[in-house]
């Protein structure tokens, strides 16, 4: 593969086709998109206060417009139809249908996400609902956050009303987006909202989290029956020892796959935390807010597991010589995210990279897809998340020439047809993102879509990669792209 902005362009006819029924989609997130932050009863969330203060977000950009989705939901179904899509994934901002997080809901609010989901079926796409795309109720934080158990039991009467209200044209139900950044980056390194860099309230945030997800499953369980399908989508981490042959950077893999992965996956798969994570935190929490019975709530049977993919990172033992480095792509801030491995330094990996500075490996999607399946084989995948953020311009033409990234999103399917090859049940691909939007801490910054937005008059234009994309969804089969340019 090419990257070198010199080379001539050539002509690859990958042609990979994928089976039948697999779902070809696009994901988004409430707070990224809708805008309308004061609209109707809508509260505030832990990103507005956190986007408003000063410092926090690149260009002090916030979501009070975003991409006014509120507003154009039906021109963006438009846009999901004429893709083809088979599924999209939006998600419920909950301070939008229940401001404060606890009491009465908004009927209104409620209305927004029931229209957009008849207008999703009726266009023939199915909907898939993540609950928690990190906009807690401000009020919720207020009471402790995520680091405050009784936020995992509101969060569960939540997703009860939501199954209620939508269950009948819900095809799959996502309790939490990354719950990883949730914790740690909310938590700990606080480059995320609500910013806080207290490294135990991270630990009990994680733990809370998983409380919440299995609370949930239960409650729409509860209220859909067997006819739920449910889910939870995590980012996890592929990480690689910057020496093989060196024991201690073996054991740093090890404590970030404990901190970033079996955090999660413990819990909510085998129903135990692992005893290498509690070991290794010891110094910063007891895990004392872990409960009898907490680990049988967290592990509930998941008709699918999604797994978000950008991009690898690489370890080493930190000698303690000079400057630890922390190159692990997920903003700089004085704390760290990884809490207890303080001695785990994140090296530079090689590139090319996107505009993120995240390294593009391929391989590392079949790598990490195929590890899951051979941990847990019974367990069907969706790759929820997968994309990449470059300076996208308009081209004198008035269309938007991607072609790095065709060629990412190109080069991610094929590696997701190589974990398929190799036998992990990987049942569906979503690109992040339909349309440029507000990348957290980035902001406007960062541009991910395949459809651009032009932030002054919201103008949606099909990037080259929309129309790639589409041809893909069409045909099941990927379309021959042009590299080198
Ligand atoms: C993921 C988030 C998503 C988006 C992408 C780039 O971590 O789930 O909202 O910001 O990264």
């Known amino acids: 593969m090419s990257n070198d902005a010199t080379a001539a362009p050539t002509t690859a006819t990958a ?33 507005d206060t956190f986007s408003h203060t000063p410092g926090r977000t690149l260009n002090g950009d916030t979501g009070d417009v975003a991409d006014d989705h509120f507003h154009r939901w039906q021109e963006d179904v438009g ?8 599924a999209y994934r939006f998600s419920i901002s909950w301070p939008r249908v229940q401001p404060g997080g606890s009491g009465a809901f908004d009927e209104e609010g409620i209305a927004f996400y ?42 569960a009467e939540y997703a009860r009303r939501m199954a209620r209200e939508l269950g009948d044209r819900i095809d799959v139900w996502t309790t939490l987006n990354e719950p990883w950044c949730s914790a740690y980056l ?27 997800h299995g609370l949930a499953c239960r409650a729409v369980r509860e209220e859909l029956g067997a006819s739920a399908r449910l889910s939870v989508t995590l980012n996890l981490h592929v990480v690689r020892p910057d020496d093989p042959s060196s024991d201690d950077d073996v054991d740093a893999v090890r404590q970030i796959d404990a901190l970033a992965n079996r955090a999660f996956l413990g819990p909510m798969l085998d129903g135990a935390y692992p005893d290498d994570l509690l070991a290794d935190t010891a110094d910063v929490s007891d895990w004392s807010f872990v409960r009898e019975g907490d680990l ?61 500075g995240w390294n593009i490996e391929p391989a590392g999607m079949t790598e990490l897809l195929c590890s899951v399946a051979a941990a847990y084989p019974d367990q ?18 008035g269309r938007v ?23 992990a049940d990987v049942r569906g691909y ?49 379309p021959p792209i042009t590299r080198g340019e």
């Open 430 to 478: 979503f690109a992040w993102s339909l349309l440029d939007n507000f990348e957290w801490g980035y902001g406007y910054g960062r541009r991910f879509g395949i459809i651009r937005v032009d932030y002054e008059t919201q103008a949606r234009t099909w990037k080259d990669s929309a129309y790639w994309y589409r041809e893909l969804v069409r045909t099941g089969s990927l």
């Open 401 to 423: 020439h991607d072609p790095r990234r065709v060629a990412y999103l190109n080069d991610h399917i094929e590696a997701v047809g190589a974990a398929v090859d190799a036998g």
């Open 79 to 86: 846009h999901i139809e004429d893709l083809g899509l088979d």
């Open 114 to 155: 029931s229209r957009l989901v008849d207008a999703l079926v009726e266009a023939g796409v199915r909907p898939v609902a993540t609950l928690y795309h990190w906009d807690l109720p401000q009020e919720l934080e207020d009471a402790g956050g995520w680091a405050n158990r009784a936020t995992a039991h509101a969060f």
């Open 15 to 47: 042609g990979r086709t994928f089976p039948e029924g697999f779902w070809w989609g696009s994901a988004t997130a409430a707070y990224q998109i809708e805008g309308a932050a004061t609209e109707g009863a809508r509260g505030p969330s832990i990103w």
């Open 380 to 397: 069907p995948l969706m790759v929820t998340e997968n994309g990449a953020a470059f300076d996208d311009e308009v081209s004198d033409d």
């Open 296 to 356: 049988e709530i967290a592990r509930q049977p998941l008709d699918v597991l999604g797994i978000n993919y950008y991009s690898t990172a690489k370890v080493r033992r930190f000698t303690g010589d000079g400057q630890r480095q922390e190159n692990d792509g997920h903003g700089a801030s004085a704390s760290s995210p990884w809490v207890g491995a303080a001695d785990v330094e994140f090296v530079q990996q090689p590139g090319p990279y996107t505009a993120m």
């Open 186 to 212: 909310g938590y700990a390194s606080g480059v995320h909202a609500p910013g806080r860099t207290e490294p135990a309230a991270a630990l009990a945030a994680v733990h809370h989290l998983n409380l919440a």
